[in-house]
């Protein structure tokens, strides 16, 4: 199959790798030459252009791009793409780019694989990253049958797992296990920097060992991405950051209060809670 990727990055690299993998030919266009070239040199894609005519021979368009650039890259592809093309985008967020997208363009579906990386850029793109990890399409009511099917197979084909949902729950739901964990994290490494004495920040630096590196990972990413998630996903993460807030409070309360049994009981249901967001619950 022709598949067109627009917007070699991360995503969008590491897309075109599989893709290239299972056997499809693959069309990538990109803002930039050097990237172009970049992406054809690290066999992201067979052929790589600037000129989004290049994805007029594509059955299959997946929009890369960063969230900002998804639906003025969109107004622009549509001109070059016979009517039956599906396309379909992988954006962090769902709701405001079907709502704007459906209504233009028939064969589109919405899509978000969950899988990243720290870095960003065409050099980060790497093969399997979307392999067992859950991949997000939001079909709406007007969705054709053959536009899902279409992408469902190839999402298939990465090894990814998919789940259907509607554009509002997957923005509420990723508000949770995405958004707020990159704001927590960010907030965590914007509070250790704010150390005032001058021989404990550097000591901490030294100390900061593997509990630091996976709880500021998701913070310390590509900042344009976390701009992203918060402004197209704003009200629904502001509604999951002042819950947090809350629950922070609650810890700050128990602590002040010296109530340990307390604390230790809430410790103890999020010991229970935390493998069913991880998928680690123990076999019954
Ligand atoms: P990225 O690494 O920064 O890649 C985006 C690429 O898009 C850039 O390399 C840039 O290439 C290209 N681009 C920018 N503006 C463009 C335009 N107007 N026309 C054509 N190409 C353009 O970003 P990413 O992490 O792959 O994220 C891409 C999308 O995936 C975002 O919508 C994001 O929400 C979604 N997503 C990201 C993650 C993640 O963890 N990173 C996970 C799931 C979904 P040039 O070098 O040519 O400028």
Known sequence: ?????????????????????????????????????????????????????????????????????????????????????????????KAPIVKEISPLWNNFIGGHPMAGRTDSGIEAAIPNLFFQKPYVLTPVATTPIRAITVVEEIVRQLGATIYNSSPEEHDRAVSWISHLPVMVSASLIAACISETEPNVLPLAQKLASTGFRDTSRVGGGNPELGVMMARYNRSYLLRSLLHYRHNLDEFINLIEQEDWVALQEKLELNQQERPRFTGQLPEL
């Open 1 to 93: 199959m022709n598949i067109g990727i627009l917007g070699l990055g991360l995503i969008g690299g590491s897309l075109g790798l599989d893709l290239r993998s299972q056997g499809h030919y693959v069309l990538g266009v990109s803002r930039r030459e050097s990237t172009c070239h970049r992406a054809v040199a690290l066999g992201c894609v067979d052929e790589a252009s600037v000129d989004m005519n290049l994805l007029a021979v594509a059955e299959v368009v997946f929009i890369c791009t960063p969230l900002a650039h998804i639906m003025p890259t969109f107004e622009q592809l549509i001109a070059h793409l016979p009517f039956t093309t599906v396309v379909t985008d992988v954006g962090s967020v």
